[in-house]
T-cell receptor, first 109, second 115 residues
């Protein structure tokens, strides 16, 4: 089965600082990869998804970006974080079922 | 467009009893998949069960079963013999026929199991 590695688990960053969250996948090839964000006590909001290397679809216009440099690597980035970027970020990989990483709790201060 | 509705923000159930978490969906695609996930307080999303739109039988996985009523567009999760460890948020999700489309999630139901 798939294993999704996501790090760091928690992150506190000042407003205006850059961001890089990495997600790697084991146990499958050519998965669809996703970044979701979850505000406290809320559902999951799809941010980006990728069906292959270099292919990124953005669902929500914002100051975040995503890249997929390798088949099983998905990176979420920002050049300058905003307070509203705080939340719980989840990476997911899907062939049929979607499996999730452990998540990164980001607090922008 | 896809849409997932979970109308129960919170539910309580007595330990060892069964509980049903509601989920309705809306899609114009005849081929789709339905998923349930459990999110404990740690935040991880745990896959529970999957139902394909063309599956003839309701999906079951241990104490979890999916009550799939296609005509009513509902995909309720049934948890039998509730345990204290079942206390968590539960999310219903759907993807439409294209294998590349992402999962769309409902807003979730918080289940609390009472001893």
């Amino acid at each position: 089965s798939q294993t999704i590695h996501q790090w760091p688990a928690t992150l506190v960053q000042p407003v205006g600082s850059p961001l890089s969250l990495e997600c790697t996948v084991e146990g499958t090839s050519n998965p669809n990869l996703y970044w979701y964000r979850q505000a406290a006590g809320r559902g999951l909001q799809l941010l980006f998804y990728s069906v292959g290397i270099g292919q990124i679809s953005s669902e929500v216009p914002q100051n975040l970006s995503a890249s997929r440099p390798q088949d099983r690597q998905f990176i979420l980035s920002s050049k300058k974080l905003l307070l509203s970027d705080s939340g719980f970020y989840l990476c997911a990989s899907r062939r049929t079922e979607a499996f999730f990483g452990q998540g990164t709790r980001l607090t922008v201060v | 467009a896809q849409k997932i509705t979970q109308t129960q923000p919170g539910m309580f159930v007595q330990e060892k009893e069964a509980v049903t978490l509601d989920c309705t969906y809306d899609t114009s695609d005849p081929s789709y998949g339905l998923f349930w996930y459990k999110q404990p307080s740690s935040g991880e999303m745990i896959f529970l069960i999957y139902q394909g739109s063309y599956d003839q039988q309701n999906a079951t996985e241990g104490r979890y079963s999916l009550n799939f009523q296609k005509a009513r567009k509902s995909a309720n999760l049934v948890i039998s013999a509730s345990q204290l460890g079942d206390s968590a948020m539960y999310f219903c999700a759907m993807r439409d026929g294209s294998g590349n489309t992402p999962l769309v999630f409902g807003k979730g139901t918080r289940l609390s199991v009472i001893a």
